[in-house]
């Protein structure tokens, strides 16, 4: 069989096409492109279908997705936080690489947050604690079962109905307390999760907590039973379950806390 210099000519410029689209993928993080079966090939060489208005506005507001992070995303959703919004898997995806602070050379993993992600309701609680460092969940163990407890209890809400996340997203060593400085650090990841959510109620346990978010150094028994405001979201500050375990005699202002907390929920239309 002869071949035509023409010949030569289209299949090297093919090539160099082929070869150009291929690299253009790669710098966008594609690393992998599937092989399409014959009977799909003749389905993709169609004219495109019209694309209808409402699409057109979906596809305007959903930020541009590569394979790469379509598979993360996919690994999200089987691994531990369910369905993650792009918004907030944007966030987790750059908490769970952060290198800010020390904490970060202590932990097994980034706790990032767990729940609907659209709750009415967001708690922020402290950092995660040894176990949570391990589940890689915020408020697990006999504190998540307290806090579990009192959210169907007084509340009337279940933990997958709101929204878990912690003022700092690594274990502090020695079951210590965050210092500002790591409180700091953390905040950009919280306030963008905070935005990603959009709650309609923000509830926080723990002084940790609470200098992030009402930026107060004043105690919890100091701050609580009063409203606070983060970006036109109502604040409501209290004790955090692992103070609770220890010091139960404060179960009874907590108590009154999530009366007055879920009153609110309903007063501004929190889903049920
Ligand atoms: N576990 C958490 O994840 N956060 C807290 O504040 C306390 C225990």
Known sequence: MSVEHSDLEQ?????????AL??????????????????????ALEEPKAVSQPEKRRQARAPEQTLETR??????????????SPALLEVYNEAKECVQCPLSEGRKQVVFGIGANDADLMIIGESPGAIEDVRGE?????????????????????RTQVYLVNAVKCKVKGGKSANIDEITQCKGHLKRQIKAVS???ILCLG?????????????????RGSWYDFEEIPVLV????????????????????????????????GAR
Not at 11 to 18: G, L, N, P, V, Y
Not at 22 to 43: C, F, K, M, N
């Open 11 to 19: 299949f090297s410029e093919i090539i160099a096409a082929t070869r």
């Open 22 to 43: 291929l690299l253009s993928e790669r710098s966008r993080g594609v690393h992998y492109l599937p092989v399409t079966p014959p009977d799909q090939l003749a389905a």
């Open 71 to 84: 598979k993360q995303a996919k690994a999200v959703t089987s691994k531990l936080y369910g369905d993650l």
């Open 138 to 158: 915020p408020f697990v163990g006999p504190i998540g079962d307290m806090l579990n407890k009192m959210l169907v209890n007084v509340v009337g809400l279940s």
């Open 199 to 201: 709650p309609k109620l």
């Open 207 to 223: 002084e940790a907590a609470a200098q992030s978010v009402v930026q107060s150094s004043k105690s919890v028994e100091e701050l």
């Open 238 to 269: 209290s004790f955090n379950p692992a103070f609770l375990l220890k010091n139960p005699k404060f179960k009874r202002p907590v108590f009154n806390d999530l009366k007055l907390l879920a009153a609110k929920y309903d007063e501004l239309g």
